[in-house]
Structures are given as C-alpha cells and as structure tokens.
C-alpha cells in the first residue's frame, strides 16, 4: 500500500524468502507497535507486531507470485502501514501496459491470498474441535474474532484474521494507491482508454471522502477518517497534476 519505496538504512532487516528479496524498514516496526501500544501488555504488542508481519508480508508475496507467474522478478519492501512487492518491466515476458487482465490479477492477488488464508483458518477451526468459538465483530460485522482457551494463541489468530479480512476488505476499494484503486484504473483504462486514469482518480477521489465520513460518522474513528481524507487529498493532487500535464 505504499505510493514508492523508501530509502535504504542500516537498519533495515534482509531476507529472502521463496527466492524473493524482501526488506523491511525500521518505520514498519514502529508503526506497528504504536498501532496497539494502548491497552495492551508488551507480549499482546508482540503478538499484534507478529501477526502483522506474516499478514502484510503474506499479502505481498501474493502479489509478488503472481508477477513471477507472469515472467518478472520481484522483490518486496515492508514500509509504514503495508509493503510494496515491485518488479522491473523491461524484465517480463508476459506482461504489458495495456495487458489489462494480468495486471488486474497482480493487483488482486495481494488481498486475495488473505481472504483465502482467512477461509482455511477458520475452515481449520470448526473441524479441529477445538474448545472455542469464532464470532464475527468489527464493522458490519465482517471480522472474525478467535475465542480459545490459551488467550494468547486466540489473540494470534484474533489478529491475523482481522489483518487478512478487514484490511484485505479495505484494500480492495477503488482508492489509490490502494490495490482496488489499481484495480479500477486498469478497468476504466480498459474501456476507456482516452480517459480512465481520470475517471479512476474521480472515482477514488469521492469512495475517499465517503469512507473518511463513514469512518467519522458511524464508527467514531477519527484515525481512520483522517487516513482517508489523506487519501482523497492525494488522490485530488494527482488528479490536478495529470490534468495539467495532459494539457501539454
């Protein structure tokens, strides 16, 4: 969910895992621990930071699978709020700009492999027996919340599902630079090529401002609205500077 990659520190942490580099900037940590230092005790913000790292880091690697099924070689870069799983074009066989399929399937694999982490986990949940249950919170109700006798392990997988399935949810509207947003420039490009980056940046611009009053209004999540009023204020710049570019 980034916009570009950030600079390169010595504290960043390097590996690679399934043959793809991936690195993970010291600012991930820190937002991470922030995101739930408030009414929980350091082994809870641990398990919240460890939940994090396999769910973005997973959602990543969806994307960065599906661009090597398509002939590139990615690399991935966990920054901020989310990650970026990158590739250099000229190295690509398959893929073009104006192959509009594939990059959608790029762009969907990301949430898409959380959403299907999420349905095997619970799957896994009801046909183990275990003594627990799984009720569904957070808004509208789409959350799964882990119910176990190891309060621990239940916050683990508490966790992660809410990761995989709200922000997988949230990552899937037609916001930029959000996956869906991707996703509905692709689309609108598609049918309309002289002018769907346009209608994609207006589209992200208003789905922007009413989840910033939504999140305001009805959850009473001044975070959340302030993200994406950010969100459609970027969206509105990149709006202003592509009209103006596209003058010349």
């Given at each position: 969910?980034?916009?570009?990659?950030?600079s390169?520190?010595?504290?960043?942490?390097n590996?690679?895992?399934f043959?793809?580099?991936?690195?993970v900037?010291?600012?991930?940590?820190?937002?991470?621990?922030?995101?739930?230092?408030?009414?929980?005790?350091?082994?809870?913000?641990?398990?919240?930071?460890a939940?994090?790292?396999?769910?973005?880091?997973?959602?990543?690697?969806?994307?960065?699978?599906?661009?090597?099924?398509?002939?590139?070689?990615?690399?991935?870069?966990?920054?901020?709020?989310g990650?970026?799983?990158?590739y250099d074009?000229?190295?690509g066989?398959?893929?073009?700009?104006?192959d509009?399929?594939a990059?959608?399937?790029?762009?969907?694999?990301?949430?898409?492999?959380?959403?299907?982490?999420?349905?095997?986990?619970?799957a896994g949940?009801?046909?183990s027996?275990?003594?627990?249950?799984?009720?569904?919170?957070?808004p509208?109700?789409?959350?799964?919340?882990?119910?176990?006798?190891n309060?621990?392990l239940?916050c683990?997988?508490?966790?992660?599902?809410?990761i995989?399935?709200?922000w997988g949810?949230?990552?899937?509207?037609?916001i930029?630079?959000?996956?869906?947003g991707?996703?509905?420039?692709?689309l609108?490009v598609?049918?309309?090529?002289?002018d769907?980056?346009?209608?994609?940046m207006?589209?992200?611009i208003?789905?922007?401002?009413?989840?910033?009053?939504?999140c305001?209004v009805?959850?009473?999540?001044?975070?959340?609205?302030?993200?994406?009023g950010?969100?459609?204020w970027a969206?509105?710049?990149?709006l202003?500077?592509?009209?103006?570019?596209?003058?010349?």
């Amino acid at each position: 969910m980034l916009i570009g990659e950030p600079s390169r520190t010595q504290y960043d942490l390097n590996f690679v895992l399934f043959g793809i580099p991936v690195r993970v900037h010291p600012l991930f940590w820190a937002v991470a621990v922030v995101l739930r230092a408030h009414g929980r005790d350091g082994i809870g913000i641990l398990t919240w930071v460890a939940a994090m790292f396999f769910a973005i880091l997973l959602h990543e690697l969806g994307h960065a699978w599906m661009m090597r099924l398509h002939g590139f070689r990615p690399w991935i870069v966990l920054y901020w709020l989310g990650g970026l799983a990158s590739y250099d074009p000229r190295q690509g066989f398959e893929v073009r700009r104006s192959d509009t399929l594939a990059n959608v399937l790029i762009s969907a694999a990301g949430p898409g492999i959380g959403l299907l982490l999420a349905g095997l986990v619970v799957a896994g949940f009801f046909a183990s027996g275990h003594g627990g249950q799984i009720d569904l919170e957070g808004p509208g109700n789409l959350v799964p919340v882990v119910y176990l006798p190891n309060v621990r392990l239940a916050c683990l997988f508490s966790d992660v599902l809410e990761i995989c399935v709200l922000w997988g949810l949230l990552n899937l509207l037609p916001i930029y630079p959000l996956d869906g947003g991707q996703i509905a420039r692709e689309l609108f490009v598609r049918f309309s090529p002289r002018d769907g980056i346009r209608q994609s940046m207006l589209l992200s611009i208003f789905a922007a401002i009413m989840m910033a009053v939504y999140c305001y209004v009805h959850m009473h999540e001044p975070y959340a609205a302030l993200f994406f009023g950010c969100l459609a204020w970027a969206s509105f710049i990149a709006l202003q500077n592509y009209v103006g570019g596209s003058r010349w």
